[in-house]
Nanobody, 127 residues
């Protein structure tokens, strides 16, 4: 069973930065076999895709709202995916989740169909 552990959330002022981590584990887990996505959900809003990295070929996707501010990356030896978030805005406030998709046919930016989810980490950006 694949397990995902998201961490790194917190309270930050607008314009600040945070780095989220998603540590993956499980018997025989190989990060190259999975894509990892970051999704977020604000109160009263639907869950939305933030970024996704397909580890087999390095293809990356970003939501338009975070392009130029957020960067996703993988550390394969550590089975960890990071989301560096810069120039944070109050509208980035949400619970952030990481999720894994096994295979190469993930369709951006849909969150349903992801195979494994981690517990969320709260990001709060004050104005």
């Amino acid at each position: 069973e694949v397990q995902l552990q998201a961490s790194g959330g917190g309270l930050v002022q607008a314009g600040g930065s945070l780095r989220l981590s998603c540590a993956a584990s499980g018997f025989g887990f190989i990060l190259d076999h999975y894509g990892i996505g970051w999704f977020r959900q604000a109160p009263g809003k639907e869950r939305e895709a933030v970024s996704y990295i397909k580890n087999s070929d390095g293809k990356i996707y970003y939501a338009d709202s975070v392009k130029g501010r957020f960067t996703i990356s993988s550390d394969k030896p550590k089975n960890t995916v990071y989301l560096q978030m810069n120039s944070l805005k109050p509208e980035d406030t949400a619970v952030y989740y990481c999720a894994a998709y096994e295979g190469s046919d993930y369709v951006w930016p849909y969150y349903y169909g992801m195979d494994h989810w981690g517990k969320g980490t709260q990001v709060t950006v004050s104005s």
